[in-house]
Structures are given as structure tokens and as C-alpha cells.
């Protein structure tokens, strides 16, 4: 039954809180695309994604007058391309970016993710040469995304691989140093990447997935934070209830959403990723759900904890909203896409540091962080391989976005603008770790992989 | 089919009479309507069976949309099926 207090609510939370869907992603299997001939398979990828996708705008916009909530972002997530650029041995996979930027353009989405490697154990064919390929397709192309998983519980942490991407993650913000350094805000590394996440830039299509499906990102901080602002004496275990409250609402949202595109596009419904995502815009900050939970600033002393009760609410009341959960599911802590975060940057109060530790406890990691321009590729791969250790010990995904701004030294702002936003350069240790990177080899998996 | 018209904003002459209006112009039937006048805050949320309609969906959201700009109200219409599955379980 309709009551007037909940029509209400729910037009507060959108007109007044920032509720939004932050995307829906189409995820698409390009496995049938391989060709030994690149231009073929080029043509093939086009072709495929723009009959899959090409209503996807149309009906994401028509959803959005059904129930007036917007869906912030439409995307498109695809099966990791150096599978594809294994069939091509001798080619530039670049090719395939610039494939995949012209589906971008045609069916009008936001992102392309999934110009990817799944490198955890070791270099397949075509895995090298797509990721010594991805400083040049991020530079080339505009709405493409790119990510590399190097590491994973079950298998350890390929420290080939980590050094290398400390190598590239400079290389790209070099080649985009004109442009704010984009490049390397569209490249992500991973551990333990989940095959059904909708959230750029690490959305890829595993190979485990079916041919293509729908998922949906919600979104949210700001309603939370004002839930909780109604209670302000309330004791912990009270406001984990609140935002278990309003995380199954929002996730409701999110089921209804991606349910009614799944039927309207004709694909099965994938999963609702339940991530509480901030963005750069007054009220819709997770470091202000923390700082309203009573931290003065967020990365204070407590924040950990704050967030470790938040993630866990948040997933509580989400899972009980929706049938299929998947994806990151937890809240994110993108540094730049967060006013909360980036003036707890910008006062020093919030560290690399202290996010590293923040990282054990939600959902992925180091996000949208600006690091000093001369940072050495051995230290940008010693931040990798921290992160993934991280993940790998604790079963969890974490990822490493970190930014190189070129020319730019501790202080100074990088802006990247829209939903990106903007971050201080903050500090990095200058003692080296390039000994510990050039040895190269893997760190074994953990003792708790051998679960059989 | 139903949906939920809410239209907030100053008290003023007419509003029930035009937002009624437009309804009729499309074949939407409204089945319940409740309002409430606070000192001069007005506020009504109206429930309509939109199964008979004789326009598109997308244009009832845009023509109250412009109808509240006009008067100087906020007026949303959204499909009734966002507020059950959000407070129901």
C-alpha cells in the first residue's frame, strides 16, 4: 500500500539527496569476435556491441522518466581484449581500442570497460602485448577503460606483472600529461577482479559470464548520511540498523531498475552491485557518512572503523534487496570523486596511508589518488603490490587508480572535472623499493587458498 | 498501470483544476488524491490509472513537469511501482 510518508521519502532522497543509479552496465562476450585477422575481428566487435547495445541509451533514458530517478551513466562492459589479441599475434592491439571507441560513439554509452588482462598467475599469449599496448589505446581514445588483474588468493601475486604496471601506469599519465594525466584515471590494477562489475574503470565480462547481461550500480552516500543526521545520539549498533534501513531501500531501487532494463532490452538481468559511490557533488560523500558518524574529519584516528560498520551495513541491508548481489558491493573510496575525501586530502588529515588501511575493510582500494609526477615506476608497483597483498590475504578485491601528475609536486591540485573531480598530490615515501620490484618471480598464494 | 503525481510547492488558485486538466487531455484517470495545505505550503500526491492513456509516458512526465515550471510548483510523476518495491518487502 502507497502511504504519503513514503512518496515522500522517496522524492526527498532523489530531488534533495542525490540518489541516483549510477549506471547500468551491458556486459557483452566478444568470444565469438576472435579472429586471426585484427581488422576482422575489429569489425566483429563493432558489429556485436552495436547490436546489443544500441538501445541501451534509449531505454536507460526511458526508465529514468518511468520511475524519475536519473541513471547517471550508461556503459558497456566487454570480455577482456588480450583474449581477442591473442589470435593476432603480430598486430598492434591498440586496434581494438579504437574498434571499441567507435561502438562507444555509436551507441552513445559513457564507457567502454574491458580492455583488460587477467595476468594473476602468469603472461598468456596476447597478454603482454595488450598491456604494453594500453599507454597508447588510453591516449588514442576517450570513453575507453582499461584494467589488469595481477594477483588473486587462489594464485598469489605475479610480481612480473606488478612491475610492469608500475611502468605503465607512469607511461600512460605521460602520454596524457596535456590532458589532466586522464590516461591513468581510466586504468585500473587489480587483485582478485570480479568477473560482474559495472563500476568503471574495472569493469570487464569474465569469461564465466553468459553472452550478455545487464547490471546495475547504485548509489547513494548522501541519502545515508542523511539518515544517520537525523540521529545524532544515537549509539553504533542503532546507526548500523539505520543504514542497513536504507541500504536495502536503495538497493530496491537498483533491483527494480535493472529487472525493468533486462526486460526491455530482452537480456537476462546479471546483478545489482550494492556500492555506496560518491561523487564530487555537495551531499553525495561517503567521508561525510563517516564524519557524520562523529570523526571531525575523515582519515582521522576511527575512520577505519567507522567504514568497516558502514561496508558491512551497507551489504546486510542491500543483500536482503536484491537476489542476485555481485560485483564490488561495498563502499567506495575514490579520493578525487569525493569533496569529503579530497578536503581531508587537501588538510593532510587524510593519508596514503591511512587509505591503504581503509582498504582492508571495503570494498576495493586505492582509488583516484594523485601521486608527485616524478614517483619512480618501482614505487608505483611497491603501492600495487602492497594493495594486492591486501586483498590476497584478506579474500577481497583491491585495486590501485593512482594518478601521476606530471610536473605537479605534494600539494599542488590536479582537476580532472565531472564525475572524476579533483585531488590534491599527496605524499609518497622517497626511500626506494626498486631492489624488491626487480626481483621479479611471485609471491605464493596464501596459506587459506588451499581450501579443498 | 498506476502512478503517483506529487505536486508541492505555494498555495495558489486553480492547481487541482490544471493538473486534473492535463490528466483528462490524455486519458489518465485519477483514482485518489490527497492534499494537505500548510499555512500557504501546498501539497498533493494524486494516484492515476495510466493503463488507458492515450499519450506516451515519457510526454505525462514532461507536460506536468512544465505545467509545475509554469505555476511554480515541483510536480513528479513516476510509476507507482518505485515506491512499493522501496517500502514494501
Known sequence: MLNVYNILETIRMIQDECLDIRTITMGISLLDCIDTDIDKACEKVYNKIVSKAGNLVAVGQRIEKEYGIPIVNKRISVTPIAMLAAACPNENPVKFAKALQRAADTCGVNFIGGYSALVHKGFSAGDEALIRSIPEALDVTQNICSSVNIGSTKSGINMDAVKLMGEIVKETAERTADRDCIGAAKLVVFCNAVEDNPFMAGAFHGVGEPDCEIHVGVSGPGVVRAALSKYPDASINELADIIKKTAFKITRMGQLVGARASELLGVPFGIVDLSLAPTPAVGDSVAHILEEMGLEMCGTHGTTACLAMLNDAVKKGGVMASSTVGGLSGAFIPVSEDAGMIDAAVAGILSLEKLEAMTAVCSVGLDMIVIPGETSPETISAIIADEAAIGMVNTKTTAVRVIPAVGKKEGEMLEFGGLLGSGPVMSVKDKSPAKFINRGGRIPAPMHSLKN | ?89
Open chain 2, 1 to 89: 498501470m498506476r502512478a503517483v503525481i506529487t505536486v508541492i510547492g505555494k498555495d495558489n488558485v486553480g492547481i487541482l483544476h490544471k493538473v486534473s486538466g492535463v490528466c483528462s487531455e490524455k486519458g489518465v484517470n485519477v483514482i485518489e488524491v490527497t492534499q494537505s495545505v500548510l499555512q500557504d505550503m501546498f501539497a498533493m500526491i494524486m494516484l492515476v490509472d495510466i493503463s488507458g492513456m492515450t499519450a506516451d509516458f515519457a510526454e505525462l512526465v514532461d507536460e506536468m513537469a512544465n505545467l509545475g515550471e509554469k505555476l511554480g510548483l515541483s510536480i513528479h510523476t513516476m510509476h507507482e511501482d518505485i515506491f512499493n518495491s522501496m517500502h514494501n518487502i
